[in-house]
Each structure stands twice: as structure tokens, then as C-alpha cells.
């Protein structure tokens, strides 16, 4: 049976030069009729689009997983894999997922539409059609996925402010405890990076997060606690409360609920409540790093401590310890030097307390300087009075998994 083409009126010469506000999009067609692909490659760079065309639904596949296009126009009835299978396979791949796919068939019965939507289609023409139809349904599709894409850079500009001010309310509050939270996030996204996971950025903002609940401790206590030297049964107590407390406050940030939950379960991983495996997941990868940097804290070398958990019996995450294999610790090397207040650099690290010519302490022993703090310090100098010239630390870090360099003096995270 004769398959009719796609286009049915070619649009008028108005149309031809009116290149509207989405004509720098990437379009890909994929039909298996070559009259088909270079008719509508032809009316759609007319229309001052990019366009990639593709006779086969595996090409299409492997060309979007390499440059991924704007909207893609999709044929139905195609060998090898059809139209439908090619949709499936673009809302299962989480990089593609949200590429609008606009159907264009021949097929006009009620449930090849429906079957068309089931399989993740956005909309559905079918042929033979004008182009001015497809034209408005693609500039259509094309505004509301870049609208999403708006609103969702702002959500994320959003989320990172939020964990940014959270981070600079650890490392005010203790320098210690911030210390902790970058060895853990090291440990995390060396694991997730090596394993591939999906969901990466709700592992990082866990693993950065994960002992926020700890500022609520006292330092000392955190510390004991931490490295288990000796806490008492209360101390005890209100350690094993913090990653509830994190928990709690997580939860009342949108977009942060599955974070809220990693962390609500990094010491029970394996407990009771009904979680979802992307949550199992990240409670695992923090429980494994938590328990790895509190014996690195205690002066265990990284490999040693490994060791000890491969021979745990309480068991860890086999993949994720032998994902670590090839991890190593980021260093630290750093020069001592006095700075004058109105030379620091954001960057630079305390190395002993500020204090106010009154004693009060204005920031700790530890604070990497921000310019918020570097502006604290100012503020103080000027109506309390502070020492001319700081004690910090210029540091050069050494990633984790990299052979560290020669330096002067080196601390190990």
C-alpha cells in the first residue's frame, strides 16, 4: 500500500521569511520514507531551524544520546523498531526524558493516538497535513519546554542558594564540622561517579548536608562523638539525633524531600521504613562514607579503614566499597602567613580564633574565609576593634583519587 507524504500545501512566500523566535532550535525527523524526511528537512530550515534526519529509529537513538535535539517529529510505522519503541526508549534514558516528541503518521484511529500519548508523545498530526500545522504545533512545544527549562534553571539557582547558605551556616558555626562535610562529599561523588548513578546531584547535596543536624552540638561533643573517644550515654543520645534534625529542616525545602530522607536513614540504611531505592541508595553511600571518615578522623589511614569495613560484619555495599578501590583522600598543602584584615582573600583559612579586642570571638580557628566573613571581620575592626593582622592558612588543594604533590606542610582532610 502507497504510505502518503507528509506535507499537503507548501505555505506561502510570507511564511517562507518569516523566521520566528525558535529558529535556532534543533529539530530531528525521523521517518523511514526519504521523500517524507526531505520534504519536512526542507520546509522546516526554510523556517531557520536546525534539522537532523534519520531513516531508522536505533540511528535517531544513538544520534540524541550524543547531541541531544530541541523536539523531535517521529513517524509510526518504521522497520526494526517503530514509533511507539523509539518513544519508550527516549522517556527511559533520564537525559532524554524531556524532549518533546511530536507524532506524524498516517494512522488516524483513535487508539493509535492514545498509544502514541501512553508512550510519552506530547502531541500527534497525522498525514498527510499542512506545514503550517506542524510549524504551530512545534513552535508551540517549543515555548513550553523552553518555559519548563526557564523554570527549572530558576528552581535550581533557587536550591543551590539555599544549600550554599546552609554550607556557610556549617562552616560558621564549626570549621571542624564543615571539614567533615567535604571529606564525606569527596567519598560520595567518587563512589557515584565510578558507579554511574543517576540522581547524582541528590547524592552531592546529601553528602554535603548529611551532619547538619550537628549544629546543634556543642564542638567538643560533635568531636568526641565523631571519633568515638569516649562520649558519654547523653553525649551518645544527641549525636544519633542529628540526622533527624537535618531531616526535619530539609523537609520544609522544596525539591530536597529525597535528600531529607538519605540522611533521615544514613545510620539505618537498611531499616524498617519503606524507602525508595534512589533513597536506599544515597543512605547507603553516606552511612559508607560517615563510617569511613570517622576512622580517618581517628588517624586510620583511608586504606586501612577500607579494609575494616570489607571485613565488617554488619555489611556494606560491596559495589560501593569496591568502587572506592582507586579513592584517596584530599590533601591540603598550605603556607602560614599574616595577613593585614583588608588583604584577605576569600579562600584563605584561619589558623587561630578571632577575637575582638574585647575577647569575643568573631570567628573560629578553621573558618575558610568567604567574602561575607572576610566582610565580618571588616565590620569588627571597625566599631570593636581587631588585631591588624591575621593568622591564615593559603591553601592548595589536592582532589581526592590524585597523587598529591610535594609541598611544605600538609594536612590530610
Not at 11 to 34: K, L, R
Not at 71 to 88: A, H, K, R, S, T
Not at 110 to 128: I, L, M, Q, R
Not at 140 to 165: F, I, M, W, Y
Request: with cysteine.
Amino acid at each position: 500500500m502507497m504510505r502518503s507524504l507528509i506535507y499537503l500545501r507548501e505555505p506561502g512566500h510570507e511564511e517562507e521569511t518569516a523566521v520566528n523566535q525558535e529558529a535556532q532550535a534543533s529539530i530531528m525527523v525521523v521517518d523511514d520514507q526519504p521523500a517524507n524526511l526531505k520534504l519536512m528537512e526542507c520546509m522546516l530550515k526554510k523556517q531557520g531551524y536546525g534539522v537532523r534526519s534519520f531513516p531508522r529509529g536505533r540511528m535517531a537513538l544513538a544520534a540524541a544520546g550524543q547531541q541531544a535535539p530541541d523536539l523531535i517529529l517521529l513517524d509510526i510505522n518504521m522497520p526494526e523498531m517503530n514509533g511507539y519503541e523509539v518513544c519508550q526508549r527516549l522517556k527511559s534514558d533520564p537525559r532524554l526524558a524531556g524532549i518533546p516528541v511530536i507524532f506524524l503518521s498516517a494512522l488516524d484511529a483513535a487508539e493509535d493516538k492514545v498509544k502514541a500519548f501512553h508512550s510519552g508523545g506530547v502531541d500527534y498530526v497525522s498525514k498527510p497535513f499542512q506545514f503550517e500545522e506542524v510549524q504551530a504545533r512545534v513552535e508551540t512545544h517549543l515555548k513550553l519546554r523552553r518555559a519548563q527549562q526557564a523554570e527549572h534553571d530558576l528552581l535550581e539557582k533557587t536550591l543551590n542558594g539555599v544549600v550554599s547558605g546552609l554550607c556557610e551556616l556549617i562552616q560558621i558555626t564549626s570549621p571542624v564540622l564543615a571539614k567533615r562535610s567535604r571529606a564525606i562529599r569527596d567519598i560520595v561523588l567518587w563512589v557515584n561517579r565510578e558507579m554511574g548513578l543517576d540522581n547524582s546531584w541528590q547524592y552531592e547535596v546529601a553528602a554535603t548536608l548529611c551532619l547538619v543536624g550537628c549544629i546543634t552540638l556543642p564542638d567538643d561533643v560533635f568531636e568526641r562523638c565523631y571519633a568515638r573517644e569516649n562520649p558519654s550515654s547523653d553525649e551518645e543520645q544527641m549525636f544519633r539525633g542529628h540526622p533527624e534534625t537535618a531531616a526535619r529542616q530539609l523537609l520544609n525545602i522544596p525539591r530536597l524531600e529525597a535528600v531529607a530522607e538519605m540522611i533521615r536513614h544514613q545510620q539505618a540504611p537498611e531499616g524498617n521504613p519503606p524507602v525508595s531505592e534512589p533513597v536506599r541508595a544515597g543512605a547507603r553511600m553516606l552511612h559508607l562514607a560517615l563510617e569511613l571518615d570517622r576512622r580517618v578522623s581517628r588517624g586510620a589511614s583511608f586504606r586501612s579503614a577500607l579494609g575494616h569495613l570489607k571485613m565488617s560484619p554488619t555489611g556494606f555495599d560491596r559495589r560501593m566499597l569496591d568502587a572506592l578501590a582507586n579513592y584517596s583522600p584530599a590533601s591540603t598543602e598550605f603556607e602560614l602567613r599574616l595577613v593585614p584584615i583588608r588583604e584577605l582573600r576569600a579562600g584563605m583559612v584561619l589558623e587561630k580564633d578571632v577575637l575582638s579586642n574585647g575577647n569575643l570571638l568573631i570567628l573560629k580557628e578553621g573558618t575558610v574565609l568567604t567574602e561575607t566573613w572576610i566582610e565580618r571581620l571588616g565590620n569588627f575592626a571597625k566599631v570593636r576593634g581587631v588585631a591588624a593582622v591575621v593568622h591564615v592558612r593559603i591553601t592548595s588543594r589536592t582532589g581526592p583519587g590524585r597523587r598529591q604533590g610535594p609541598g611544605k606542610q600538609g594536612e590530610a582532610q
